[in-house]
């Protein structure tokens, strides 16, 4: 297919072409963690699986860092390679490599110097705290192959090229499935075993990542100037990555808050909601997948000068994000019982399997809210529109950590997951008020945002 089908194509395809790929790539990036909870849980113990649970939502914070800080930088990527401007794009590409190469290696060394004291804060009980703080320390050791693997991903998807990010984690994520199940259930390492096998098949995805990339960039004319960053080009990928770090991060961020509350409630409820927080983290993929293409679309259309195109993606992204919704909802309320035991085990506690099952029933009837709110905010990351965009994830951050930290302790772990798709609405009402505003400008002047100059 033409290297602009997100520009020439119709938007129901072109979105879809693009979507599928980088989809089925997150599905497989997400069975990373989950792979190792059901290892952990099922060969090792239920407090093994706690354990790993402990740490999840720190780890996510990262990941969604890594990823929220790519799709940024893409945005501005995309702009440049959808009006031809290869020397420039190039240029941007090495700025935001170096950028993201430096930060990797600060948080890494940040998250090994205080891994243990960071499981402290999150009051992580004592009968599973030193497998946990043994697995987030070799989880800091692979951070910069995570940010590595990241980065790259979305240059391949700015270019359009999700399908190459697609294969690196196909093969990654049956290594490391493989790896998990040699290092825990054969040389009986437990819970490190699973920290080591996730570490050294992502170093392995990053560095094949790494001589792709650099065969794709050859096929440009240019190259954007001598050295390895430029100040201009960071100003302004850090003007969208910034947020974009914010939006990915909400939800992660988020449950980190709230994660002492969990832990609070002792090794059996935190094993039973880590179980169900694994399943919505791979429901919630097809929704966060559409939220970066329409940002990949819209920054495209716009650096082409097609912004009428805007629209009409933006429609069709409703139509995709309902077909998911629906699909995941019937998954879950016909399925919820064997997901938990897949992680729990037969031997797992009753008190955790009700945790887990009580989480999945009632979050499966809301992924259509955080569909709607990711399309949106894909459209106005994708046009450079931040500063409501910003306010719309921080009121949703805000909600969720307020409720639940007030109100779990009193009436039950279940307002934890409550505050969950009320966060949602209030983010997705605030972006489209702010779409609709930028649509109702663009009558008068130049809708969503302009091309890179």
Not at 19 to 29: D, E, R, T, V
Not at 241 to 246: M, T
Not at 249 to 273: K, R
């Amino acid at each position: 297919m033409d290297k602009e089908y997100l520009i020439q194509e119709k938007p129901l395809k072109a979105l879809l072409v693009f979507a599928l790929p980088m989809i089925i790539g997150n599905l497989f990036q997400q069975f990373y963690t989950m792979v190792d909870s059901v290892v952990v849980g099922r060969f090792v113990s239920e407090q093994a699986l706690a354990a790993v649970g402990a740490s999840y939502s720190l780890t996510t914070v990262f990941i969604s860092i890594a990823i929220g800080g790519g799709v940024g930088a893409s945005v501005v990527v995309s702009q440049y390679f959808g009006a031809r401007a290869y020397g420039r794009m190039k240029r941007s590409v090495r700025t935001a490599m170096t950028a993201f190469v430096v930060l990797s290696l600060v948080l890494g060394g940040f998250g090994l110097l205080f891994s243990g004291q960071i499981m402290r804060w999150l009051n992580t009980p004592e009968a599973v705290f030193p497998q946990a703080a043994e697995y987030l320390r070799i989880y800091f050791l692979g951070l910069p192959f995570l940010f590595m693997y990241n980065i790259l991903s979305s240059m391949f998807n700015a270019l359009g090229k999700s399908k190459i990010p697609l294969y690196l984690l196909i093969f990654s994520s049956v290594f490391n499935m493989v790896l998990d199940v040699v290092l825990v259930r054969e040389l009986g390492m437990g819970v490190a075993g699973v920290a080591w096998a996730t570490l050294i098949a992502q170093g392995i995805s990053a560095a094949f990542s790494f001589l792709l990339f650099l065969r794709e960039m050859r096929r440009y004319e240019g190259d954007g100037g001598a050295g390895l960053f430029d100040q201009g080009e960071f100003t302004g990928m850090a003007r969208i990555a910034l947020p974009s770090i914010l939006q990915q991060s909400t939800v992660s961020i988020g449950m980190m808050l709230v994660q002492s509350v969990v832990n609070s409630f002792g090794a059996e409820m935190l094993a039973g909601f880590s179980a169900g927080m694994r399943v919505e983290s791979i429901c919630v993929v097809p929704m966060a997948a559409m939220g970066n293409v329409m940002s990949a679309y819209t920054a495209q259309n716009i650096g082409a000068g097609r912004e009428d195109r805007i629209r009409q993606g933006y429609r069709t992204g409703y139509g995709i994000v309902f077909s998911f919704a629906a699909l995941l909802c019937l998954w879950l309320e016909t399925s919820y019982g064997p997901l938990i035991r897949l992680f729990l085990g037969e031997e797992g506690s009753q008190l955790a399997f009700q945790t887990g099952t009580a989480y999945l029933r009632f979050i499966g009837w809301f992924f259509v809210l955080i569909g709607l709110k990711m399309i949106t905010d894909g459209v106005l990351r994708g046009a450079g529109d931040m500063t409501v965009f910003t306010i719309a994830n921080l009121v949703n951050l805000g909600i969720r950590v307020i409720i639940a930290v007030t109100c779990a302790p009193r009436w039950g772990i279940a307002f934890v997951w409550i505050a969950v798709p009320i966060g949602w609405l209030a983010n997705y009402v605030i972006s489209y008020g702010e779409y609709r505003n930028s649509s109702d400008r663009s009558a008068r002047s130049r809708p969503l945002g302009h091309p890179p100059r």
